[in-house]
Every structure is written in structure tokens, then in C-alpha cells.
């Protein structure tokens, strides 16, 4: 039987996309030039940034819809299922735990995690937690996970379907998925699942899924620098 593995970190990687700036330029002189528009993608998009932070300082939001980035990302279920909050501009394909069987791979929180939470809802913080905390934490952890995976196995072994073998395995356990997005849907994405202080609006995100966005805000501040520019010089507000 495999022995449970356990891992702090999200991972992300860009695997296909047709993002630039001139995408959304493109997109937005339509409006004025009509066909004459296409000649956007065969000229220099720095020329045109004023009206990139035009369209992100005024709302225009639809120009910016009109490229595609697709991410693999590995990450404990339990981020997946805030992420599928984000329903509008985002396509998901997640890894089954009724077609295959899953890995013993879980998550625990690394030493930087802050674990202790003071406030109430909607207005709270971390703090970091004694070193006490934190192995208890790593403990409590690996102990429920050791024991899920071992039911999981015996289930199996008993001829149990895996979709109701799975039942016992925690929402720690690593899954995988694709996910798909334009700059806008992503921008959204960021504007809540990142805590920037240039934010016009604060959030107050889990850190496994801010980890997750960091990674991709990165990827696509690449592809797209004048875009990515815009959102942050106008307080991270998706258009």
C-alpha cells in the first residue's frame, strides 16, 4: 500500500494561451475602425497603452475578454472549491476521484503559514502561532490523513467503488485540474483571491488560493504587461 505524502505548496503552470495587449486593442477599435482594427496586431501595443488604461479606468470590460490562458494547477480539493466560485469567464476540468484512484498526497501547512485567527467574519487576521501550534497542527494532519488513506485502501481492497471510496479522504488531499480564463475573468479572479495594497477594495483571501493567484498574476503579467499595468494603477478593480 503507498505511503502518504505530505506538501505545503501550490503549483501552477501556464500550458497554452493567446493573450496579448493587442488583444485588447483590437477588440476595442473595432468600435471606430471596423475591419481596418485587425491592423492592431501587427503594430507595437506600448503605442496604444493610453487607451488600455482608458478602458480599465472607465470599465470598459469586454476588450479584455477577447484572448484565452490556460493553467494546470495542483492544490489540495479544498481550494478547487473556492475556486469554482468563479463561475463567469472560467472553464474547469478537475482530476476524478470516481474514474481513478487518487494519490495519498495531502496538504499541511508550511512553517510560514500564520494559523491563528483573531476578529470576527468579514474583519479578522492571522497571526503565526506558536511553534506548539504548529506541530499540533502538522500532527493533528498527518494522523486524520494516515488513517483516511487507510480506510481508503481497505475500501478498495473490498471491492468498494472508488466514487464512494473516496468519501473518507479529506479535503487536504491534492487534486488536479485545468482551468481556463480571459484577462478579465482573471482580474476578477484577483481582485479577491489576492490582498495587494493597491487595492482600491481590501481582501481577505485564504492563503492556499492567494498562493495559487500570485502564481498566475505572474504568468499573465508576461503575456500582457500594459494590461496588467492598467489593473494595478487603477486599484485592481476588474473592468
Known amino acids: 500500500m503507498s505511503t502518504p505524502t505530505f506538501r505545503s505548496d501550490i503549483s501552477v503552470d501556464l500550458v497554452r494561451h493567446c493573450a496579448s495587449d493587442s488583444d485588447v486593442l483590437f477588440a476595442a477599435r473595432v468600435s471606430t475602425a471596423g475591419e481596418e482594427s485587425l491592423d492592431e496586431l501587427s503594430k507595437d501595443p506600448a503605442r496604444s497603452k493610453g487607451l488600455i488604461n482608458y478602458l480599465m479606468r472607465d470599465r470598459h470590460g469586454s476588450p479584455f475578454e477577447h484572448n484565452s490562458m490556460t493553467f494546470l494547477v495542483t492544490a489540495p480539493i479544498f481550494v478547487f472549491r473556492e475556486w469554482m466560485r468563479h463561475r463567469i469567464g472560467w472553464s474547469f476540468n478537475e482530476e476524478s476521484g470516481r474514474y481513478r484512484e487518487l494519490r495519498p498526497v495531502f496538504y499541511t501547512p508550511g512553517p510560514d503559514r500564520h494559523l491563528v485567527q483573531t476578529g470576527k467574519p468579514g474583519a479578522y487576521e492571522f497571526t503565526a502561532g506558536t511553534t506548539a501550534q504548529h506541530q499540533a497542527a502538522e500532527a493533528h494532519i498527518w494522523h486524520a490523513c494516515d488513517e483516511a488513506w487507510e480506510r481508503y485502501q481497505a475500501m478498495l481492497d473490498a471491492g468498494i467503488a ?31 483571491r489576492t490582498k495587494d495594497e493597491r487595492a482600491k477594495v481590501p481582501s481577505f483571501p485564504q492563503r492556499e488560493i492567494e498562493m495559487a493567484g500570485e502564481q498566475m498574476e505572474h504568468l499573465w503579467a508576461q503575456l500582457m504587461p500594459l494590461t496588467h499595468l492598467a489593473f494595478n494603477n487603477h486599484g485592481r478593480v476588474a473592468p
Not at 464512494?164 to 479572479?189: D, I, K, Q
Open 162 to 192: 472508488r466514487e464512494l471510496a473516496r468519501t473518507v479522504l479529506p479535503v487536504g488531499t491534492y487534486s488536479s485540474m485545468y482551468a481556463t480564463c480571459n484577462a478579465r475573468s482573471l482580474m476578477h479572479f484577483l481582485s479577491l
